[in-house]
């Protein structure tokens, strides 16, 4: 068990652009589980988000591991939008891992080896250790030099003194070098809580003391308090990891500082395979860490989207992976009716899906949307990306909606913002729709477009 080492996952929190999906806050459910139209930013297919709501409390008692669901219908019905209402309703603490079924196909890895890396992100590990700890507020950083043992006119960092404060005292610790980096790593500097694993060295930046509040107006800064007891004590550290995350951290060669160590390590190739040796080496030490208490698995959400495009050998090894002891809950979704399998000649099936996966599948349809609950979607899309539109201009691109589709639409509104300011308006207008929507073409448009001047265009 010594041999393997766990490495914390840093969750890095970024302000995001607006989206395709960014109105989705969940999946809009009541307490009974049942559809709210309008809630969470769900509008329409009601039996579809409701059967999604019981996918998740399956998930979250743990009764699916392993198990998968198919969301089926036409291009535009929110089988995508229902995937993140899933991620969003189970919360940041559980792994989701979105991919598109195109993904498998790359020159450096296998496709098997990508799907499996992408079952591993899925999987959930939380870790509750008892560590020895030195927790308090950085009073002090000295990083004490030397003269490098190896020559030349560089000093290297013989030891580095810090002060660490409590509410009981303080303490001042004289550590390795080799602390001093990971000290520089997590960006530590005095006045920021921290504490340092007795055992391992690592370092762990909790966040700013919150003596410092008052030290700006404004800024991104978590402030926590002061720690309590002593700073020599033991801890108990919650670790959330993926067992992708310990693959990796045990699959790195530990190279030497020397230039042919450095120089063989920039010439390996970025992705490498991680060999089912190590893999399972690895689940005999995770199992070990849940029956002794350590751990606890927590299976997460796999979603492959257009998972028509994955081939009959990617199919087979899902029948494989799916019947595993450490399987994620597998969440698939395609618009394709009955068609050809990829990697096969003529062997059709529904979805593209062979018939034995088809039958481990729970299956949710959904459904084309309604002029009214188009009309709601333009709103709600309106809302946050800050448009405003006026009633006879939501009607009318519910009706163009109908007539193409959704996504269509929800494009139209910026070019119709855009014209709206040309013209010295703040609300979108009728008119500003109307005219947009006779500049750009949609694909049946385009479609149609080509058949009645078929002659003038190049056909190979």
């Known amino acids: 068990m010594s041999n393997f080492h766990i490495e914390e996952v840093i969750s890095t929190t970024r302000k995001e652009r607006i989206y395709a999906h960014s109105h989705v806050k969940g999946l809009g459910l009541d307490e009974n589980g049942c559809a709210k139209e309008g809630l969470d930013g769900m509008v329409g297919q009601a039996k579809a988000r409701e059967a999604a709501g019981?996918?998740?409390?399956?998930?979250?008692?743990?009764?699916?591991?392993?198990?998968?669901?198919?969301?089926?219908?036409?291009?535009?019905?929110?089988?995508?939008?229902?995937?993140l209402g899933i991620a969003q309703e189970l919360g940041s603490k559980v792994p989701f891992c979105p991919m598109v079924g195109s993904e498998v196909y790359s020159a450096e890895v296998k496709k098997t080896e990508v799907l499996m890396e992408n079952f591993r992100r899925a999987i959930g590990l939380r870790i509750s250790e008892m560590k020895e700890v030195y927790e308090g507020e950085v009073t002090e950083i000295t990083p004490q030099e030397t003269e490098n043992p190896l020559g030349g006119y560089g000093k290297t960092v013989a030891h580095v003194v810090v002060g660490l404060k409590s509410n009981k005292g303080t303490k001042s610790l004289k550590l390795d070098p080799s602390i001093y980096e990971a000290i520089q790593k997590e960006?530590?500097?005095?006045?920021?809580?921290?504490?340092?694993?007795?055992?391992?060295?690592?370092?762990?930046?909790?966040?700013?003391?919150?003596?410092?509040?008052?030290?700006?107006?404004l800024e991104a800064e978590s402030y926590v308090p002061l720690p309590k007891g002593d700073v020599h004590k033991k801890k108990e550290i919650v670790q959330d990891v993926t067992l992708h995350d310990l693959d990796v951290a045990n699959a790195k060669p530990q190279g030497g500082q020397d230039a042919m160590s450095m120089f063989n390590a920039m010439m390996k190739p970025r992705k490498t395979e991680i060999t089912e040796k190590l893999r399972v080496e690895i689940n005999k030490v995770v199992n070990k860490y849940i029956e002794n208490g350590v751990a606890?698995?927590?299976?997460?959400?796999?979603?492959?989207?257009?998972?028509?495009?994955?081939?009959?050998?990617?199919?087979?090894?899902?029948?494989?992976?799916?019947?595993?002891?450490?399987?994620?809950?597998?969440?698939?979704?395609?618009?394709?009716?009955?068609?050809?399998?990829?990697?096969?000649?003529d062997m059709k099936a529904p979805h593209g899906i062979p018939v034995d996966l088809l039958d481990r599948l729970l299956i949710v349809k959904t459904l084309s949307y309604s002029t009214d609950e188009l009309m709601k979607i333009v709103d709600i899309r309106a809302q946050v990306e800050g448009l405003k539109l006026d009633a006879e201009a939501i009607k009318m691109l519910g009706e163009i909606g109908t007539r193409t589709t959704l996504r269509y639409v929800t494009q139209l509104l910026t070019p119709?913002?855009?014209?709206?300011?040309?013209?010295g308006r703040e609300t979108i207008s009728q008119e500003d729709v109307a005219e947009v929507d006779g500049l750009f073409h949609d694909a049946k448009a385009s479609a149609r477009?080509?058949?009645?001047?078929?002659d003038k265009f190049i056909i190979q």
């Open 449 to 454: 477009l080509l058949a009645a001047n078929e």
């Open 416 to 423: 119709a913002s855009i014209l709206c300011e040309t013209n």
């Open 296 to 345: 606890e698995l927590v299976p997460g959400v796999l979603f492959i989207d257009e998972v028509h495009m994955l081939d009959i050998e990617c199919f087979t090894y899902l029948n494989k992976a799916l019947e595993s002891t450490l399987a994620p809950v597998v969440v698939f979704a395609t618009n394709r009716g009955v068609t050809v399998i990829r990697g096969t000649q």
């Open 54 to 83: 019981i996918t998740v409390d399956m998930i979250k008692s743990k009764k699916m591991a392993g198990r998968a669901l198919l969301f089926a219908g036409p291009p535009g019905t929110g089988k995508t939008a229902l995937a």
């Open 187 to 217: 960006k530590v500097h005095i006045g920021d809580v921290i504490y340092i694993e007795a055992n391992s060295g690592a370092v762990k930046r909790v966040g700013r003391s919150d003596s410092f509040a008052t030290e700006f107006d």
